[in-house]
């Protein structure tokens, strides 16, 4: 599955803003996933979703904020993202894992976009 993330920028504390995630492939086989990255930091979990949308999970960190959501006849994977703060701030990566359960580990996953900028300015 080929990604390429957009809707990235930069935005100030309790702002929202969309991410979305454009796939080729077998899209509606994958399950998907939205991860971050922060400057010096390890690549971290933000929400997963199956292939058929009826399953979502997210990190503590983002629950009740962010919202991930996947439409299958457009081949796309959003995430919402609501009252955003500063340690929000990160590359946000899509990742697809194609006929696999959603995951949290990063080592389900096989393909990956190149990577999106979030800012959040306090």
């Known amino acids: 599955v080929h990604l390429v993330e957009s809707g990235g920028g930069l935005v100030q504390a309790g702002d929202s803003l969309r991410l979305s995630c454009a796939a080729s492939?077998?899209?509606?086989?994958?399950?998907m996933a939205w991860f971050r990255q922060a400057p010096g930091k390890e690549r971290d979990f933000v929400a997963t979703?199956?292939?058929?949308?009826?399953?979502?999970n997210y990190a503590d960190s983002v629950k009740g904020r962010f919202t991930i959501s996947r439409d299958n006849t457009k081949n796309t994977v959003a995430l919402q993202m609501n009252n955003l703060k500063p340690e929000d701030t990160a590359v946000y990566y899509c990742?697809?894992?194609?006929?696999?359960?959603?995951?949290?580990?990063?080592?389900?996953?096989?393909?990956w976009g190149p990577g999106t900028q979030v800012t959040v300015s306090s």
């Open positions: 990742a697809a894992a194609v006929f696999r359960n959603p995951s949290s580990r990063s080592a389900n996953f096989d393909s």
């Open positions: 492939g077998p899209f509606s086989r994958s399950s």
């Open positions: 979703i199956s292939s058929e949308g009826g399953l979502t």
